[in-house]
T-cell receptor, first 113, second 113 residues
């Protein structure tokens, strides 16, 4: 059971480049989430999706784009990366009928130079 | 809006001593409450959750938490700390009907030999 995976695990990119972080889950969970984790800020929600083709903004959506054409995938794109987007990014998912707990992927450490 | 406060960004305890990590939430209506643990370079793992059943919730690795409505608290405890408990711990809350979870800023637990 693969669960929830993220790729790449580590990425270094330059300011202004487009970067896509991938998230894949094998549980057929309805909900998927993208967070960023920064020292002093804890986890902040970027975007989330309640189902395929349904997405909504979280706390810090600016500079990010998401799509969800298939239930199992939820890619996060940085259209033009900035140094302030250097962070660790976590994807999470939860089922429709769960008691709201989310299950997390291993994270992607992104450095923007 | 719902909020979560974790008292102490760093807590140090001796091996074998009681672990107490504090969490307070803001909602007047009992929400869903969670504790997650994050080991270095890993994603978040669910330790335990409160979903309006028993007020004392037992989780993995010997941890437990007690929901106290009068104090709007959900403190995490473990009777005897082990070196392997060194990690960052996040308290989180979700209101009924809300798709999202709000995370506290985290408490890093250090275990002293």
């Amino acid at each position: 059971d693969a669960g929830i995976t993220q790729s790449p695990r580590y990425k270094i990119t330059e300011t202004g480049r487009q970067v896509t972080l991938m998230c894949h889950q094998t549980w057929s969970h309805s909900y998927m989430f993208w967070y960023r984790q920064d020292l002093g800020h804890g986890l902040r929600l970027i975007y989330y999706s309640a189902a395929a083709d349904i997405t909504d903004k979280g706390e810090v959506p600016d500079g990010y784009v998401v799509s969800r054409s298939k239930t199992e995938n939820f890619p996060l794109t940085l259209e033009s990366a900035t140094r302030s987007q250097t962070s660790v990014y976590f994807c999470a998912s939860r089922g429709q009928r769960s008691s709201y707990e989310q299950y997390f992927g291993p994270g992607t450490r992104l450095t923007v130079t | 809006a719902q909020s979560v406060t974790q008292l102490g960004s760093h807590v140090s305890v001796s091996e074998g001593a009681l672990v107490l990590l504090r969490c307070n939430y803001s909602s007047s209506v009992p929400p869903y409450l969670f504790w997650y643990v994050q080991y270095p370079n890993q994603g978040l793992q669910l330790l335990l959750k409160y979903t309006s059943a028993a007020t004392l919730v037992k989780g993995i690795n010997g941890f437990e938490a007690e929901f106290k409505k009068s104090e709007t608290s959900f403190h995490l405890t473990k009777p005897s700390a082990h070196m392997s408990d060194a990690a960052e711990y996040f308290c989180a809350v979700s209101d009924l009907g809300d798709d999202k979870i709000i995370f506290g800023k985290g408490t890093r637990l250090h275990i002293l030999p």
